[in-house]
């Protein structure tokens, strides 16, 4: 009886580490959206010393400090800077790693904006990095940046896809939709290419 009662006391010690060991990845997505979204409205509203408190290190460094870091932003963002009322962005979480002592994330943002009377979306990329099992975050923009020197920006970046930056009026964005349809869509069979069966 005595070790029955050992063994159901260790069955349920290692069940609860086991359960304990599993991440909520819920929960920490749900953290890197909320500090995802207070860079997208420190970069609406201009509250730059919160802006730059949300960059990883290496970014801030590879600007030169955060004055360098601020003013690259601030001249990139104008190019794509409403000067009317637009739909608020939206942020979806697009990948979500972790290794070792770290997580890392890529994070969707859909924005709209004016520019000489033609609508553009704009589609970009946050980056994250949590270094305390995803409670805080640092977040930085690929628009401001380029994927292809992301290694010198962030050279802690993990393995994960980041597409490119685009930018596209309506019309544009249409006929991607309907180019890639048209490339999914199976070929019509050509009429005479069939098999033909021999009279016998």
Not at 41 to 54: G, H, S
Request: charged share 20%.
């Amino acid at each position: 009886m005595k070790i029955q009662k050992l063994l159901s006391g260790g069955l349920f010690l290692l069940t609860a580490v086991v359960t304990q060991a599993q991440p909520d990845t819920a929960k920490i997505s749900q953290k890197a959206l909320l500090y995802a979204d207070s860079l997208v409205k420190a970069d609406a509203f201009q509250e730059w010393p919160v802006y730059a408190r949300l960059a990883p290190h290496s970014v801030i460094r590879y600007y030169g400090g955060e004055e360098g870091y601020l003013a690259h932003v601030q001249q990139v963002r104008a190019y794509t800077t409403s000067y009317q009322e637009e739909a608020a962005p939206e942020l979806q979480m697009q990948t979500l790693v972790t290794v070792k002592d770290q997580w890392q994330c890529v994070i969707r943002l859909s924005r709209y904006y004016h520019r000489e009377d033609k609508k553009y979306h704009l589609v970009s990329y946050l980056i994250g990095q949590s270094k305390d099992e995803g409670e805080s975050w640092k977040i930085f923009d690929v628009n401001y940046n380029t994927v292809g020197n992301m290694m010198q920006i962030f050279p802690d970046i993990l393995d994960m896809p980041i597409p490119e930056t685009s930018a596209l009026t309506e019309e544009q964005e249409l006929a991607k939709q309907q180019a890639a349809a048209a490339a999914a869509a199976p070929s019509a069979k050509k009429p005479g290419t069939g098999v033909r069966r021999s009279k016998g």
